[in-house]
Protein backbone atom coordinates (compact mmCIF):
# COMPACT_ATOMS: atom_id res chain seq x y z
CA UNK A 1 0.00 0.00 0.00
CA UNK A 2 2.67 2.48 0.13
CA UNK A 3 2.68 2.83 -3.41
CA UNK A 4 -0.52 4.43 -2.85
CA UNK A 5 0.68 6.76 -0.42
CA UNK A 6 2.05 10.70 -1.59
CA UNK A 7 5.00 11.58 -0.29
CA UNK A 8 3.81 13.98 2.68
CA UNK A 9 1.46 10.63 3.69
CA UNK A 10 3.96 8.03 3.17
CA UNK A 11 6.41 10.80 5.65
CA UNK A 12 3.77 11.06 8.11
CA UNK A 13 3.17 7.13 8.15
CA UNK A 14 6.87 6.91 8.91
CA UNK A 15 6.90 9.60 11.89
CA UNK A 16 3.86 7.86 13.51
CA UNK A 17 5.72 4.22 13.11
CA UNK A 18 8.74 5.57 14.67
CA UNK A 19 6.78 7.22 17.48
CA UNK A 20 4.96 3.76 18.11
CA UNK A 21 7.69 1.56 18.47
CA UNK A 22 9.37 4.26 20.60
CA UNK A 23 6.18 4.59 22.89
CA UNK A 24 6.61 0.62 22.83
CA UNK A 25 10.07 0.49 24.02
CA UNK A 26 9.75 3.01 26.37
CA UNK A 27 6.93 1.53 28.08
CA UNK A 28 8.26 -1.82 28.16
CA UNK A 29 11.49 -0.47 29.56
CA UNK A 30 10.12 1.67 32.00
CA UNK A 31 7.44 -0.93 33.06
CA UNK A 32 10.45 -3.88 33.40
CA UNK A 33 12.84 -1.74 35.49
CA UNK A 34 10.16 -1.43 37.97
CA UNK A 35 8.99 -4.54 38.10
CA UNK A 36 12.28 -5.82 38.80
CA UNK A 37 13.06 -3.18 41.63
CA UNK A 38 9.14 -4.56 42.87
CA UNK A 39 10.17 -7.60 43.03
CA UNK A 40 13.66 -7.01 44.71
CA UNK A 41 12.48 -4.08 47.41
CA UNK A 42 8.59 -4.16 48.32
CA UNK A 43 8.49 -0.62 48.97
CA UNK A 44 6.42 1.40 47.10
CA UNK A 45 8.62 4.72 47.07
CA UNK A 46 11.92 2.42 45.55
CA UNK A 47 9.29 1.55 42.59
CA UNK A 48 8.08 4.68 42.13
CA UNK A 49 11.71 6.67 42.14
CA UNK A 50 13.34 3.24 39.85
CA UNK A 51 10.45 4.26 36.99
CA UNK A 52 11.20 7.93 37.65
CA UNK A 53 14.12 7.32 36.99
CA UNK A 54 13.88 4.79 33.81
CA UNK A 55 12.22 7.20 32.56
CA UNK A 56 13.88 10.04 32.59
CA UNK A 57 16.83 7.77 30.98
CA UNK A 58 15.21 6.49 28.48
CA UNK A 59 13.88 10.18 27.36
CA UNK A 60 17.84 11.26 27.52
CA UNK A 61 18.91 8.41 25.80
CA UNK A 62 16.17 8.64 23.07
CA UNK A 63 17.32 12.53 22.85
CA UNK A 64 20.71 12.40 22.38
CA UNK A 65 20.25 9.40 19.45
CA UNK A 66 17.91 11.88 17.50
CA UNK A 67 20.74 14.40 17.94
CA UNK A 68 23.32 12.44 16.80
CA UNK A 69 20.88 11.01 13.72
CA UNK A 70 20.10 14.40 12.75
CA UNK A 71 23.08 16.14 12.67
CA UNK A 72 24.94 13.16 11.15
CA UNK A 73 22.18 13.76 8.57
CA UNK A 74 23.24 17.03 8.41
CA UNK A 75 27.22 16.95 8.26
CA UNK A 76 26.27 14.14 5.01
CA UNK A 77 23.83 16.44 3.27
CA UNK A 78 26.62 19.03 3.57
CA UNK A 79 29.39 17.14 2.40
CA UNK A 80 27.07 15.66 -0.29
CA UNK A 81 26.69 19.88 -1.53
CA UNK A 82 30.20 20.52 -1.35
CA UNK A 83 30.95 17.27 -3.67
CA UNK A 84 28.27 18.46 -6.44
CA UNK A 85 29.35 22.31 -6.06
CA UNK A 86 33.37 21.06 -6.87
CA UNK A 87 32.27 18.72 -9.63
CA UNK A 88 29.99 22.04 -11.42
CA UNK A 89 33.07 23.98 -10.51
CA UNK A 90 35.74 21.23 -12.50
CA UNK A 91 32.39 20.77 -14.88
CA UNK A 92 32.85 24.65 -16.07
CA UNK A 93 36.60 24.67 -16.22
CA UNK A 94 36.15 21.09 -18.45
CA UNK A 95 33.73 23.38 -20.67
CA UNK A 96 35.67 26.35 -21.07
CA UNK A 97 39.12 23.96 -21.47
CA UNK A 98 36.96 22.70 -24.75
CA UNK A 99 35.61 26.09 -25.81
CA UNK A 100 39.29 27.32 -26.33
CA UNK A 101 40.33 23.79 -27.43
CA UNK A 102 37.44 24.40 -30.19
CA UNK A 103 38.76 27.96 -31.11
CA UNK A 104 42.41 26.77 -31.19
CA UNK A 105 40.79 23.63 -33.57
CA UNK A 106 39.41 26.44 -35.47
CA UNK A 107 42.27 28.91 -35.75
CA UNK A 108 45.06 26.27 -36.50
CA UNK A 109 43.91 25.21 -40.03
CA UNK A 110 43.40 29.03 -40.66
CA UNK A 111 47.31 29.80 -39.43
CA UNK A 112 48.70 26.77 -41.60
CA UNK A 113 46.98 27.82 -44.94
CA UNK A 114 48.94 31.30 -44.25
CA UNK A 115 52.07 29.71 -44.51
CA UNK A 116 51.11 27.74 -47.50
CA UNK A 117 52.62 29.59 -50.63
CA UNK A 118 50.31 28.87 -53.49
CA UNK A 119 51.64 26.80 -56.04
CA UNK A 120 51.52 27.19 -59.87
CA UNK A 121 50.22 25.70 -62.42
CA UNK A 122 52.19 23.92 -64.38
CA UNK A 123 51.84 24.71 -67.94
CA UNK A 124 48.93 23.33 -70.47
CA UNK A 125 50.06 21.37 -72.85
CA UNK A 126 48.30 20.75 -75.81
CA UNK A 127 48.75 17.44 -77.63
CA UNK A 128 48.30 18.46 -81.81
Request: glycine share 4%; proline share 4%; with cysteine.
Amino acid sequence: TSGLLSDPERMHAQWLKAAALSTNDGLVSVSSCMLGVSTVNQSVKATVVSGLASLIAGALRIAIGEYISVYSQVDIELAQMKRERLLRQRLVCSERKVDRLSTYAAIFPLLLLSFVVPARSPPLYVCK
